[in-house]
């Protein structure tokens, strides 16, 4: 006789609570330690910030000045001081006012996020569209076809952006007159998004790929046939879900690298968003403006993962007992 133990609504959510407590500590120690050496390393680039506040040395601004300013942003007190008010303003949200453009950084970094989002969303679903193409023409298929996809994705995934999108631009802008050359309109957005996209979707295609091919060697491919189902519809119904799900584990880190790509392909098509933002912040040590946007950066790395997690048990509903138990 066997014993069935309910479970209780209370311990049926305590396993998921713990997971998301465990991940929001996470996410806080991640931001923490991006500031945290975004702040040093920033303080060890040669320059004065107050000078830059000023409009550089070229400005020749009185030394009176120079001191006043100094003074009024705390760039005389102790380094380690100043950590702890930067940290201090952090815990309020409250990133400061760009030392450039005057005004608040969480305002200047709002007015460029869209297009920044725009472009990379754009991008990983192109490079989706190509892992799974390449996925399912070619994996598991021996002779000229399985070569010839494996090639491709080698291509692909070696390709570096600033390289991909000049040529991309020269080729279809510039000789073919296809598709302009700088755009704020969805036009504009085909050559940048293709220049993140398809490296991305190289590799997502090897990863795919082996996957792929691992699970056409697995049991229920076999009991799958034994059913009368067809090839095809193994390969879309039953081994693609498998295959996918590599894939969608990395495409958390693949959406963090597009937009760190962003900033290559943003000055490479003259095209809005925090990259463009991130250069002339950089350049111009404007420390409030640099820590908003790897900010920004390191938040949707965050964001990421916690969507891929919910894409996992989306795909492969198995995986929320497992998530629970291993939790």
């Known amino acids: 006789m066997t014993v069935k133990i ?27 330690a991006v500031a945290t050496i975004v ?5 060890m680039v040669p320059g004065d910030p107050a000078l830059a506040i000023l409009g550089g040395a070229s400005a020749n601004p009185p030394e009176e000045t120079v001191q006043a300013v100094r003074e009024q942003y705390g760039f005389d007190q102790p380094l380690l001081v100043q950590y702890a008010a930067f940290l201090g303003g952090l815990l309020h949200l409250d990133i400061g006012e760009s030392y450039t453009m005057k005004e608040s950084v969480l305002a200047v970094i709002g007015e460029q996020i869209i297009p920044t989002l725009q472009l990379t969303t754009t991008a990983l679903l192109i490079a989706w569209v190509i892992a799974l193409a390449l996925t399912l023409l070619s994996a598991g298929r021996s002779g000229l076809v399985g070569r010839i996809g494996s ?15 000049v040529v991309l631009l020269v080729v279809f802008a510039v000789v073919l007159h296809w598709l302009p050359v700088v755009d704020g309109g969805p036009l504009g957005l085909i050559l940048p998004s293709l220049t993140l996209g398809i490296p991305l979707g190289g590799f997502l295609a090897q990863v795919t790929r082996d996957e792929f091919d691992a699970a056409l060697r697995e049991p229920f491919v076999l009991s799958a046939r034994s059913r009368g189902a067809t090839l095809h519809d193994v390969r879309w119904r039953h081994v693609l879900r498998h295959a996918a799900l590599p894939g969608i584990a990395l495409s958390g880190w693949g959406l963090g690298s597009l937009i760190s790509g962003a900033v290559v392909v943003e000055v490479i098509f003259s095209r809005q968003g925090i990259g463009q933002v991130l250069v002339s912040a950089v350049t111009a040590q404007d420390l409030p403006l640099v820590v908003g946007v790897t900010f920004v950066v390191a938040l949707v790395y965050v964001v990421a993962n916690l969507l891929t997690d ?6 492969d509903p198995r995986l929320r007992t497992s998530i629970g138990r291993a939790s």
């Open 39 to 43: 702040f040093f390393l920033q303080h």
């Open 310 to 315: 919910l894409a996992y048990v989306v795909v």
């Open 151 to 165: 090639a491709i994705e080698v291509v692909f995934a070696a390709l570096p952006h600033f390289w991909l999108g």
């Open 6 to 32: 309910l479970e209780s609504p209370r311990s049926r959510w305590r396993a998921p609570a713990r997971r998301a407590a465990s991940q929001l500590g996470s996410a806080i120690l991640l931001l923490w």
